[in-house]
């Protein structure tokens, strides 16, 4: 096989007669040479589609730079001397500036504050970036959201009145048993605890009594 002048892969139609066997009809050879030459120019067209797109990996242009490229023909009875494609620098290309002009990060205002929801009595509050900072600026330090804990936040059918801790009424003493006991005791338990901004219980749980 060899490469024809339209880039396609062909076989002589004598290479073929001579690997047939002797008394092969004629209809057969025929067929057998369609097939073998449709079977050369797929493999051709495959080959040079690969060729191509490594070719187009391997020069990409890179920053800053310009591209030419030469056309030409091809043919099996020429080929092509020289370079396809040159590259160059651009003409009048902005010049990087020599030293870095810092650019810091800058907050923007907080919003308002607004209510958690639920009874938390949690209220938070949001800022933004307005100004983000360059390569050699200073980047934004703090937090973006803030949550505080006010009176005003907690929604209206959470508010309910305060109640302060009550301690229930003291136990019996207990009895003196035995030569060796000295003292006897009482202990009482707090009947309910305080609500929101009630009062804690004071005063001791327990009492002794000799």
Known sequence: ???????????????????????LPSRRVARALRSLEMTAQAQA???L????????????????????????????DRNCRGHERQWGACDRLPRCPE??????CAFGAWGDWYPLGGCTGLCSRERSIAASNNECGTPCTGSKIQTIERDDCLLGNCRVAST??????????????????IQR??????AAAPTFDGAACTGPWREAQA
């Open 99 to 104: 030293a870095c002009v810092p650019k810091d």
């Open 49 to 76: 589609r690969t060729l191509a797109a490594a070719a187009a990996l391997l020069a990409q242009p890179a920053a800053g730079s310009s591209l030419r490229r030469l056309g030409g023909l091809y043919g099996s």
């Open 45 to 47: 067209a495959a080959w």
């Open 1 to 23: 096989p060899k490469l024809s002048a339209g880039g396609v892969l062909a076989q002589s139609t004598s290479d073929v007669a001579r690997r047939c066997p002797p008394g």
């Open 185 to 190: 005791e009482r202990t009482r338990r707090i």
């Open 164 to 181: 302060d801790c009550r301690w229930a009424a003291w136990g019996e003493w207990s009895g003196c048993s035995g030569p060796k006991t």
